[in-house]
């Protein structure tokens, strides 16, 4: 069974498109995050949710709007698309809530973004 | 605020070498240190992780990694590597406590891409 999984795999749109991307986890977990790994391979943490509460909210556009329906669920939905939107976005969940002990955080496939 | 330094972006070793990748770090609290592997076209997976304790810990895959808390660093070492090696390498950390949003929060360094020649 998979831990983390992420549709879709690829996504190749057009500029000023809305688009998402989904994230399930079926750990049991009450973290979730979305990371963005750009061309150089750089991740960097975009947001954090715990139990459907946004949690870190990095400077990210807020044409990023990330959705948490419920805590083994946490979507990005990106507005109006631009180039520099493209990039590898990965999702992660953790088992424990921070502060109350050390978050390893697994990690999913991956959805690879590129804008047209 | 944490930042993190691997510092060789790609190391091209032969097989049954011994390597070692080099990760420093920089924090303003204490941190959690993590090695993070990811093959081509997947996701992160845990390497290994230090907490506390003893400063040498064992990962998977025979790797392991030693904390210096005075040279603020965590290399990560295996005595032979193997072709399946071959892998970006990422190490992270995470602040041990910190107000609200940062807790919980990987920083994550540059990558090192290992290449293992038979």
């Known amino acids: 069974d998979t831990a983390v999984s992420q549709t879709p795999k690829y996504l190749v749109t057009q500029m000023g498109n809305d688009k998402s991307i989904k994230c399930e986890q079926n750990?049991?977990?009450?973290?979730m995050y979305w990371y963005k790994q750009d061309s150089k391979k750089f991740l960097k943490i975009m947001f954090s949710y715990n139990n459907k509460e946004l949690i870190i909210n990095e400077t990210v556009p807020n044409r990023f709007s990330p959705k948490s329906p419920d805590k083994a669920h946490l979507n990005l939905h990106i507005n109006s698309l631009e180039l520099g939107d493209s990039a590898v976005y990965f999702c992660?969940?953790?088992?424990?809530?921070?502060?109350?002990?050390?978050?390893?955080?697994?990690f999913g496939p991956g959805t690879r973004l590129t804008v047209l | 605020a944490q930042s993190v330094t691997q510092l060789d972006s790609q190391v091209p070793v032969f097989e049954e070498a011994p390597v070692e990748l080099r990760c420093n770090y920089s924090?303003?609290?204490?941190?959690?240190l993590f090695w993070y592997v990811q093959y081509p076209n997947q996701g992160l997976q845990l390497l290994l992780k230090y907490l506390s304790g003893s400063t040498l810990v064992k990962g998977i895959n025979g790797f392991e990694a030693e904390f210096n808390k005075s040279q603020t660093s965590f290399h990560l070492r295996k005595p032979s590597v193997h072709i399946s090696d071959t892998a970006e390498y990422f190490c992270?950390?995470?602040?041990?406590?910190?107000?609200?949003?940062?807790?919980?929060?990987?920083?994550f360094g540059q990558g090192t891409i290992l290449t293992v020649h038979p």
């Open positions: 750990l049991g977990h009450d973290t």
């Open positions: 992270a950390v995470s602040p041990q406590r910190a107000g609200g949003t940062s807790y919980g929060k990987l920083t």
């Open positions: 924090s303003s609290v204490s941190v959690y």
């Open positions: 992660a969940s953790s088992h424990k809530f921070p502060g109350q002990g050390v978050n390893e955080q697994f």
